[in-house]
């Protein structure tokens, strides 16, 4: 564990290098360079005076008072098990957002950026000091970290590999789930079954409902990928039942969504619609109103109602068009869609180059059950068009990645 003032130190050094100033400028009348560069390197643990003195040569006020500081550290505990359980963090978070210059410059220095790069999604400049850090933090701060790093990293396997390490040492239903979304991306399906036992012995042990509730839609999810309705449906009801006397309402629109897109992949259209419709129903927030337009969509052009069909995507458009950020799987499902409608497009060279460029993208932004969603469409527009040894390969690849 790092001694309080000797992370201090390091952010001295930190803070120093930032402002492009020297030892001696910053040391001056306050200790000799010798001794600074002793405080920035962690080999000694300054004097709680002197600390103060230097920070105030860099225009920041550096708290000495040890039961305020206690107070910032409660709230930082408080934040982390509302995390860990669900509960709403913003109280928490607005709480030491006002103490931030304080909090930036403590002992608590490390857990704060953690706190920020989970409440605003991880941003850069955020990352990056965390990353000048790493080499100071406490395991379970390391551990966090790594969790922060598997949710922006871009190679599935490495991303798994992160949240493995994570979960050994926080050893918690949070970081267990975490690991099974990882597992998700990959398409690794099968150790998410896996996990199970695992995870449910740690989130009844916690007393973790949501957690428990979260296992249950991320195992129906994968049994959805899998086709295997019987045992997501399962999973799915067994997890409506664990919330329906919450507040976690909001976790119902994504469950009905991925139940209605599992029914459209085994070509159940009706049931497909009814539980997009539900979905639309609950999801008050509009968190997925595009996606489920996507996929109502595709309903009606399989159906044989086109006119339906063409409704819907042009409202999909209009939402993407007043979205200030899209990803380019955004726009790619929407003309795929678009390009269902077109009679023969299963034969048109162009749509299996749309085709080409959404599988690219699909890989690059989103998890493998999104690929497997399309499984039908791609191999019967190669196998349209001869191209039996693409069709072949990709057939290849999508049951490469179930069965791992």
């Known amino acids: ?197 695992r995870v449910v012995a740690a989130a009844v042990e916690e007393g973790n409902t949501y957690q428990l509730a979260d296992f249950c839609f991320m195992n129906g999810n994968a049994y959805a990928c899998l086709n295997m309705e019987e045992m997501m449906m399962v999973y799915f009801e067994r997890g409506i039942r664990l919330l329906q006397n919450t507040a976690w309402k909001r976790e119902l629109a994504g469950v009905y969504y991925n139940i209605g897109a599992t029914y459209i992949s085994l070509r159940k259209y009706d049931p497909a619609l009814e539980y997009l419709e539900m979905a639309e129903q609950e999801d008050t927030g509009h968190q997925f109103q595009i996606p489920i337009f996507h996929k109502k969509a595709i309903v009606f052009l399989r159906t044989g109602r086109k006119d339906e069909g063409k409704k819907i995507l042009a409202e999909m458009k209009n939402l993407l068009l007043k979205k200030t950020a899209t990803s380019a799987v955004d726009w790619l499902i929407y003309e795929e869609a678009e390009m269902e409608a077109e009679e023969g497009f299963l034969n048109n060279p162009e749509y299996l180059k749309l085709l080409e460029k959404l599988i690219r993208a699909i890989k690059e932004e989103l998890h493998f059950g999104y690929l497997y969603f399309y499984r039908e469409v791609i191999v019967e527009a190669c196998k349209r068009q001869r191209r039996y040894r693409q069709a072949l390969e990709f057939e290849q690849e999508i049951s490469s990645g179930i069965v791992k």
């Not at 103060?52 to 039961?67: H, N, S």
């Not at 871009?154 to 267990?176: G, T």
Request: with cysteine; net charge negative.
């Open 1 to 197: 564990m790092i001694e309080k003032n000797t992370l201090a130190g390091i952010l001295l050094k930190l803070e120093r290098l930032r402002q492009d100033k020297g030892q001696k400028e910053v040391c001056g009348g306050i200790c000799v360079p010798s001794y600074l560069s002793k405080i920035e390197h962690g080999t000694v643990c300054a004097d709680e005076k002197i600390l103060a003195e230097l920070f105030a040569r860099l225009g920041i006020f550096y708290e000495k008072d040890q039961a305020a500081l206690e107070k910032l550290g409660k709230l930082i505990e408080k934040y982390f098990y509302c995390q860990q359980y669900y509960l709403d963090t913003r109280d928490v978070y607005e709480k030491l957002q006002e103490r931030e210059r304080t909090l930036m410059y403590s002992r608590y220095a490390v857990d704060w950026l953690l706190i920020c790069a989970f409440e605003q999604a991880a941003p850069r400049d955020i990352m990056d000091r965390l990353d000048a850090l790493k080499e100071h933090m406490e395991p379970r701060q390391l551990a966090y970290y790594k969790l922060l790093c598997a949710q922006e990293e871009k190679n599935a396997e490495r991303a798994v590999h992160l949240s493995r390490e994570a979960c050994d040492v926080l050893n918690n239903s949070y970081a267990m789930l975490m690991l099974c979304v990882a597992y998700f991306r990959q398409g690794n399906y099968s150790e998410i079954h896996r996990m199970e036992q």
